[in-house]
Structures are given as structure tokens and as C-alpha cells.
């Protein structure tokens, strides 16, 4: 098995949890850290057995024999570091936002193209719920496919840092946590042709973590129509301003609807006109004829991000979630920005060629029969 070296750019929180997938596999290892203050990179590095240290990640990368870069950085530096590395030819898996304008997205899709590397980059839904899922999105359970909700609401960040600074962070709730929802809606359904939306500040001035009150400038409550090709709409909301967390995903289809973390189930299906195979039936919602059905274990290779980002690097086969896929998900986010400012609907130029073929045209076809 190809060892696989590894450097890590970033040193917050978000860095934990892929120096603990990375030492989960066999022959990959982190080889050095970089972080903007060294005393970060180091304090990092010494938590996870990492040998060498860096504040600039240019020079990592020109010292170190790395195969990949993990870009876990303020949003507004995912750019720069992930091209720096694209460029050198380094394969890179990116947290979200892949960037924070469309333009630099797209540059960043091109120059893996053109360097032909691994570019994976997040959000990650290849998760047991999804993956189950996508067997039953089909005509024969939920008939054509008629619309969708998806959202992720939350307090807000806790932390008092540049998530409420526009002049770093570049955005705010669409880019941190919008994301999500579109993402799942694009992996499950496929590419969309347009967005409508609107966008603001509801909460400027805010208690955060502690109870320290401060200023934020930030857009906090966003809500976008996504239209698909036969005409469906998927309402997608994000709001940092809920007393809880909600963070669900439901398809509506002509005979049944598919659920997705709602009403206390991972994964359940409202199937009125046939039961579900080995499914446990439930109320869901209060509804009758509802189905749990037991979760598909994931492929090794899609256990977690990290796993599928070695899979891909050591076969040579991009993600599943293409880095073109990603790049219409974040067109969507930027178009939702641009339809808020102007009151148009914003018309999508991206496409890409999604991993499954659970969602084809067909299934959107409800205007050439009776249904």
C-alpha cells in the first residue's frame, strides 16, 4: 500500500478531527503543520506526534516530500494556500467554503484539472443516512420527484472571532453553514439551473459565548429557492439565530416523501402506497404508513472524508463529490449573495455529472402523464 504524507495548513479546532481519520489508516501519516503564528503549528504539531513545523506554507511545501495538503484555514485563505498547492501539483482536500468569491472557486477547479491532481473538497455527505437513502429515490417509492426542504438553523458560532467580521470571513451564514443543506440537496437530486434568495443581518447586535456582546455585520438569515431544470423548487434556509439545532433534508415525490435526520430518525421514508422491505414502519410527524429502514454500512473508502480523500489519492479516481459538483454547489451560494442584492433570479452556468443515477431526468418528469 502506497504511503501517503501529508501537510497540515490550519490549526484550529477543525484540524482535530483529520489528524484523528489520518491516524486511524494504515501508511498515512502527517508530516509537518503550518500555521500563521509558528508557537500554533508547533503546539499542533507536538499534540499529534507530527515531526516538523511551519508558519509559512509555501516553504512546507517546497521542503517537505508531501503527497496532499489538508487546507483547514479562515475561509478567506482557502484560496491561496489550496492553488499554492494545486499548482505544485499536491493533491488537496479543502474545508468549506471551497473559497469565499465563485472566481477563485473556479480557478481552483481548473488548476487540478490542468494539474491533474485529487481536489476534494468539502462538505462530505457520503454518510450511511444519504447513501441509504439514494436506493429509495426512486419512482417506485416516492413517484416523480416534486420539490424539496433542506436547512441547517443553529444559535450561531459561539465564538467571538472572525465568524461575525465580514472584512475576514467574506460572508456569514451562507458560507459557513448554507453550505450544508445545498450540498446535500445538489448530491441528492443533481445539478440545479437556477436561485432566488434573500439575504440579511437580522441579529447585528449579538451575546455570544460568555455573554460578551458584540457587533456583528455578518448575514445571519438566509433563505434561497432552488429551482431544477423541470421546474421544482428546493427551499433551503439557514438562520444563526434558533434557540435549537435543526439540520434536516426532505424530498417530496408524488406518491412518497424521503426524510432525512427529521423527527428523531436518521433516515425514514412516508411510503402510503407500498410498505418497505425490511424497514421498521413508524410514525413520523404524526403520520402513519412510514417506514425506518436499517442504515447501508459505508464502503471502507467512504467511511469518513479522510478515508475517501486517501482512496481517491492512492487510485487515482476523483471523489464521488467531484471538485465540479462542489463548484456548482458554491455557484448556488455566491448566486443566492448575487440574487439577494439585485431582486433577480440568478441563472446557474455550472453543471457536473453526478456519482448516481437514483435522480435522472425521468424522475422529474411530471408534465407528460397523469399523475
Given at each position: ?7 497540515m ?43 516538523r513545523w ?33 499548482n ?34 468539502l ?22 420527484i ?20 465580514k ?139 479522510m ?18 459538483q ?23 452556468s455550472?453543471?457536473?455529472e ?11 418528469d ?6
Amino acid at each position: 500500500m502506497k504511503p501517503v504524507k501529508l501537510g497540515m495548513v490550519g490549526s484550529g479546532n477543525v484540524s482535530n478531527r483529520y489528524f484523528e481519520q489520518a491516524g486511524r489508516l494504515d501508511g498515512v501519516q502527517f508530516v509537518a503543520t503550518c500555521s500563521r503564528h509558528i508557537e500554533n503549528a508547533e503546539s499542533k504539531a507536538k499534540a499529534y506526534d507530527v515531526p516538523r513545523w511551519y508558519d509559512n506554507y509555501e516553504t512546507m511545501m517546497d521542503q517537505e516530500e508531501l503527497d496532499a495538503v489538508v487546507v483547514t484555514t479562515p475561509h478567506s485563505v482557502h484560496a491561496e494556500v489550496a492553488l499554492a498547492a494545486l499548482n505544485r501539483g499536491l493533491h488537496v482536500l479543502n474545508e468549506k467554503p471551497m473559497a469565499t468569491s465563485f472566481e477563485d472557486c473556479r480557478q481552483m477547479v481548473e488548476a487540478a484539472e490542468r494539474n491533474k491532481v485529487i481536489f476534494m473538497s468539502l462538505p462530505y455527505d457520503l454518510n450511511p443516512a444519504i447513501v441509504t437513502a439514494l436506493e429509495y429515490l426512486t419512482d417506485e417509492t416516492i413517484g416523480k420527484i416534486t420539490g424539496a426542504d433542506v436547512q441547517l438553523n443553529i444559535p450561531g458560532p459561539p465564538r467571538d472571532n472572525w465568524y461575525y467580521d465580514k472584512a475576514v470571513s467574506h460572508g456569514g451564514a451562507i458560507l459557513d453553514c448554507m453550505v450544508y443543506p445545498i450540498s446535500r440537496l445538489i448530491t441528492l437530486l443533481g445539478p440545479a439551473t437556477s436561485v432566488t434568495a434573500e439575504v440579511n443581518t437580522l441579529i447585528p447586535n449579538r451575546i455570544v459565548g460568555g455573554g460578551k456582546r458584540i457587533r456583528s455585520d455578518v448575514d445571519d438569515n438566509a433563505t434561497a429557492i432552488v429551482e431544477f431544470a423541470q421546474g421544482q423548487h428546493a427551499v433551503v434556509r439557514t438562520l444563526w439565530g434558533t434557540s435549537f439545532r435543526q439540520n434536516n433534508t426532505i424530498i417530496y415525490g408524488r406518491k412518497g416523501t424521503i426524510a432525512l435526520h427529521d423527527g428523531g430518525f436518521p433516515l425514514v421514508i412516508h411510503s402510503p402506497e407500498r410498505p418497505i422491505p425490511d424497514a421498521e414502519q413508524v410514525s413520523w410527524r404524526g403520520i402513519q404508513e412510514c417506514y425506518a429502514p436499517k442504515l447501508r454500512d459505508s464502503d471502507l473508502s467512504e467511511k469518513d472524508m479522510m478515508s475517501h480523500f486517501i482512496h481517491s489519492v492512492r487510485s487515482g479516481q476523483q471523489p464521488k463529490q467531484s471538485a465540479r459538483q462542489q463548484l456548482h454547489v458554491h455557484e448556488i451560494m455566491f448566486g443566492a449573495y448575487r440574487s439577494a442584492e439585485s431582486g433577480q433570479r440568478y441563472t446557474l452556468s455550472t453543471t457536473f455529472e453526478p456519482f448516481h443515477a437514483m435522480a435522472g431526468p425521468e424522475m422529474f418528469d411530471t408534465k407528460s402523464d397523469y399523475i
